[in-house]
């Protein structure tokens, strides 16, 4: 492992650690905050379909925004991790029923079967993926262990958003939520990090760069 990749896992930690301890009834508050400044974010607001993740452990909780996202209309997807191409997969979800526990059991999309003569569906009306290219998405809100005011981000060490951002072919916002104990002064980044062009954290809403430079 490189020097940068030995920061980069020793704050990872440290900033896990520092989430992990965060009071029950303090997360909660917190929670209510971001899920207030998130669904308002014009950039979420105007989103036809976007990218969502449910939260595991000590993440800042998403159950509700995917709920309301979805009573408000949107396309809401998800992601599902494919261990052998160490890859996510881009599900299309109608209900948070959908959701089942997957990989490290972190809540992914189940499949569902098209209805026969539906887009997309196979002749014998079998279950097929409702699969969506990342580039068919509006915004993109994503998880991540601890983030600096520039958008520098250091996510899990799997590396699995950087290898899916890598194939945008356009600008979109991509949205973090953290807490604000998620931040730091500055995170030693790499070639191949992918930064965030917003953060939403319990107090404030951080444009960190343009959208065009988050490509």
């Known amino acids: 492992m490189s020097d940068t990749g030995q920061d980069k896992a020793a704050l990872r930690k440290e900033i896990l650690q520092r989430r992990n301890n965060i009071p029950l009834v303090v997360r909660k508050a917190k929670n209510r905050s971001i899920q207030y400044n998130l669904e308002t974010l014009d950039e979420v607001v105007h989103a036809g379909t976007i990218l969502l993740f449910a939260s595991f452990r000590s993440e800042v909780d998403m159950h509700s925004m995917i709920a309301k996202a979805l009573f408000a209309g949107k396309r809401v997807i ?37 209805k026969e003569g539906e887009p997309g569906s196979a002749e014998d009306g079998s279950s097929v993926e409702r699969s969506v290219d990342i580039n068919a998405v509006d915004a993109v809100v994503i998880p991540g262990a601890c983030y600096d005011e520039e958008g520098n981000r250091i996510g899990y060490g799997g590396g699995y958003y950087d290898r899916l951002l890598s194939g945008l072919q356009k600008a979109i916002p991509i949205i973090a939520p953290a807490y604000e104990e998620q931040l730091v002064d500055s995170i030693p980044a790499e070639p191949h990090d992918m930064k965030v062009s917003i953060i939403v954290t319990d107090r404030r809403v951080i444009y960190c760069q343009t959208e065009t430079d988050a490509l």
């Open 78 to 114: 998800l992601p599902k991790v494919d261990i052998g191409t160490r890859s996510l997969l881009l599900l299309e979800i109608k209900s948070p029923d959908d959701l089942v526990p997957g990989y490290m059991g972190i809540p992914e999309p189940v499949l569902h079967p098209h």
